[in-house]
C-alpha cells in the first residue's frame, strides 16, 4: 500500500529508482523546500482540527474564504504568515503573482513587499499543484505524492482542491498502486461535487477510466471516458475533450472497433496541438491501432514521431516498443537493434513499472517475428515478471502470449535475427481493405509525418 513519507525520505525513495544519478535534473531543492512547509503547515493544520473538537459549545471561526475554519492556511489569525512563507517558496511556480514584483524563486524580500496583500489560497493552491506536476514529470514521485498530501490537510473543500487527488491518483496509478489511485479518484469526485467542480469531476471519471483499462475492464473504462465526454462538453473543456477522447481511442481500439479508434485518436491529436508530450501520448496510441492493422508504415511514422517529441521516460518507453514492433515487421533488423538498445538505457531506470512491463513484452514481440528466439523469450520473460509482481492482469495475459509463442517455435528457430515475413507484412499493408473515410485519412496522414530515421540516427 502507498502511504506517503516524509519529503527527504520520499526524495531519497526517489533517487534510488532512478539508477546512477545524483540529483532529478530539475528545481530539486525547491521542491523539497516547498514540500517540507507543506508538511509542517499540514501538521499545524491537524493540531488545529484536534483544537476545534475539544472546544465543546464555543462557537467557530469563520474563515477568510468562508466556511468553518481548520486549517492554518483558512484562518483569520494565522493567515498571512503561512500564506506568505509558502509564497515565497512556491513562487517559481507562481502564473500570476498576488505580491507585487517577485524576488527570485525561494528569496523573499521584505522591503519590496510591504503592505503587499498575501496571495489567495486559490492561487497557493496552483502554485503547488503545479510545482508537484513539475515534480512528478521529472520522476520524484513519491516527493509529489508527499507534497499534495500534505496540500490536500491544507486546502480541504478549498475550490479545486479536488485536483490534489486527482494528482496524488495520477501518481499512485504511475507507481501501479492501482487500488490506491481508484480510491483517490473517488475521493477527488466527491471533493469536486461538494465544492462544484465540474471539471475535476470529469478528470476523476478519465482517471478511473485509466485504472479500469489497467485491470482489463474494458466496458467500465468505455462507461467511465463517456461520461467524462458528456461532462467535457458540458462545460466546455477542452483539455477534458482531448483526454476522453484519448482514451476512446485506447478502448474503441482494444475492442476492435479500429475505425473509430483513429477517429477519436485524431480528435484527440488536433486538441493537443502545442502540448508535445499530450501529442506524443496520443500518437503512441494511434501507433497502436495501426500495429492492430497491420499498418505498419503508418505505425512507425506514428511511433517515431511519438517519440521524438518529448524526452519523457514515461512516454518513450511505450512509443520506442510499438516502433520495435513496426520496425520488426518491416524487416528493418539495423533499426529495430538501434530502438532496443535505447530502450535498454531507458529500463535502468526502476520507476515506472508499467511502462517498463509493456516495452518488455514488445521487444519479446518484436525479436520474436525476426525469429530471433533466445531474445524473444529473454525479453517476453521479464516483462511476464513485470506484469505478474504489479497484477496488470492485461499485460500479464499478453506477456505470457508472447512468451509461449517463443518458446514454442525457439527449438526450431535460428540463432540470429531474419528479416523472413518483412516482404509479407508490407504486401498485407498494401493489400488492406479499404477503411471508412475518417479512418483512411488518419493513416495516411500518419504514414506522412516526419521520417523515423531521424529518430533512429539519434536514438
Known amino acids: 500500500m502507498l502511504a506517503p513519507l516524509p519529503p527527504l525520505d520520499a526524495y531519497r525513495e526517489d533517487l534510488v529508482g532512478a539508477v546512477g544519478r545524483t540529483d532529478l535534473g530539475g528545481a530539486d531543492a525547491e521542491w523539497l523546500l516547498l514540500a517540507q512547509e507543506l508538511a509542517r503547515a499540514a501538521r499545524a493544520a491537524a493540531r488545529a482540527r484536534v483544537r476545534l473538537s475539544r472546544a465543546k459549545g464555543k462557537p467557530q471561526e469563520r474563515g477568510v474564504d468562508g466556511g468553518t475554519d481548520v486549517s492554518p492556511l483558512r484562518s483569520a489569525e494565522a493567515t498571512d504568515p503561512w500564506r506568505v512563507r509558502l509564497a515565497m517558496l512556491s513562487s517559481r511556480w507562481d502564473a500570476s503573482p498576488a505580491l507585487g514584483a517577485r524576488a527570485a524563486p525561494g528569496v523573499w524580500d521584505a522591503s519590496r513587499h510591504q503592505g503587499a496583500t498575501a496571495p489567495s489560497v486559490g492561487d497557493l493552491l496552483s502554485n503547488v499543484l503545479r510545482a508537484a506536476e513539475e515534480a512528478e514529470e521529472a520522476g520524484a514521485l513519491r516527493l509529489a505524492f508527499s507534497m499534495l498530501t500534505a496540500g490536500e490537510a491544507l486546502f480541504e473543500d478549498a475550490p479545486g482542491s479536488a485536483h490534489l487527488s486527482v494528482q496524488r491518483a495520477r501518481i499512485a496509478r504511475k507507481l501501479g498502486e492501482l487500488e490506491v489511485a481508484e480510491a483517490l479518484y473517488e475521493r477527488a469526485a466527491r471533493t469536486a461535487r461538494r465544492t462544484q467542480d465540474a471539471g475535476a469531476v470529469g478528470r476523476a471519471w478519465i482517471g478511473r477510466g485509466i485504472v479500469a483499462r489497467r485491470r482489463g475492464n474494458y466496458p467500465a473504462s468505455r462507461a467511465h471516458y463517456q461520461r467524462a465526454l458528456a461532462v467535457g462538453r458540458r462545460i466546455g473543456d477542452a483539455d477534458l475533450l482531448r483526454d476522453a477522447h484519448h482514451g476512446m481511442l485506447i ?159 525457439a527449438h526450431h528457430a535460428p540463432t540470429g535475427p531474419t528479416a523472413a515475413g518483412a516482404g509479407a507484412d508490407r504486401s498485407a499493408d498494401a493489400a488492406a481493405p479499404p477503411r471508412a473515410g475518417g479512418a483512411a485519412r488518419v493513416l495516411s496522414s500518419l504514414a506522412m509525418l516526419p521520417d523515423r530515421s531521424a529518430l533512429l540516427a539519434h536514438a
Do not use: M
Open 251 to 409: 478502448v474503441s481500439g482494444a475492442s476492435g472497433d479500429h475505425a473509430r479508434a483513429l477517429v477519436h485518436g485524431w480528435e484527440a491529436f488536433q486538441r493537443s496541438q502545442g502540448d508535445a508530450t499530450k501529442e506524443a501520448e496520443i500518437l503512441g496510441n494511434l501507433g497502436a491501432v495501426c500495429t492492430l492493422l497491420e499498418a505498419h508504415e503508418a505505425g512507425a511514422g506514428a511511433y517515431g514521431a511519438a517519440a521524438s517529441r518529448t524526452a519523457s521516460t514515461r512516454v518513450r518507453l511505450p512509443a520506442l516498443a510499438g516502433l520495435a514492433v513496426c520496425l520488426a515487421h518491416l524487416g528493418d533488423v539495423e533499426g529495430l537493434e538501434t530502438v532496443t538498445a535505447h530502450l535498454e538505457r531507458l529500463l535502468v531506470d526502476e520507476s515506472l513499472p508499467y511502462e517498463r512491463a509493456t516495452a518488455l513484452t514488445r521487444l519479446g514481440e518484436a525479436w520474436g517475428v525476426l525469429s530471433a528466439q533466445p531474445r524473444a523469450v529473454g525479453y517476453a520473460e521479464r516483462g511476464l515478471a513485470l506484469a505478474r509482481e504489479y497484477a496488470f492482469h492485461e499485460l500479464t495475459f499478453e506477456a505470457d502470449a508472447v512468451l509461449s509463442g517463443a518458446r514454442a517455435v
